[in-house]
């Protein structure tokens, strides 16, 4: 059995990992999100939000969803 010393260290240890990582994920997912809106030849937001281009938005949240998978693999390891 864990003394309660030993869970408390054990659980502070946990969550330290666990912020570092959404951290990492998070400055992860942000350059890459970067990286496609530089890529683009045209304002995302100005094709999705005024011009209400369905097709662009489903494919950067498949984008987003693929970056956040790769990401999400990266970190369970």
């Not at 570092?20 to 942000?30: E, P, Q, R």
Request: aromatic share 12%.
């Amino acid at each position: 059995m864990f003394a309660v010393d030993e869970f408390w260290t054990s659980f502070a240890q946990h969550f330290a990992a666990t912020i570092i990582y959404v951290l990492l994920g998070l400055l992860f997912f942000a350059v890459a999100y970067g990286i496609i809106a530089r890529m683009s030849p045209y304002s995302m937001k100005k094709e999705i939000e005024e011009e209400k281009n369905v097709a662009l938005a489903a494919i950067i949240g498949a984008v987003i969803i693929g970056i956040a998978i790769i990401i999400a693999a990266a970190v369970h390891g």
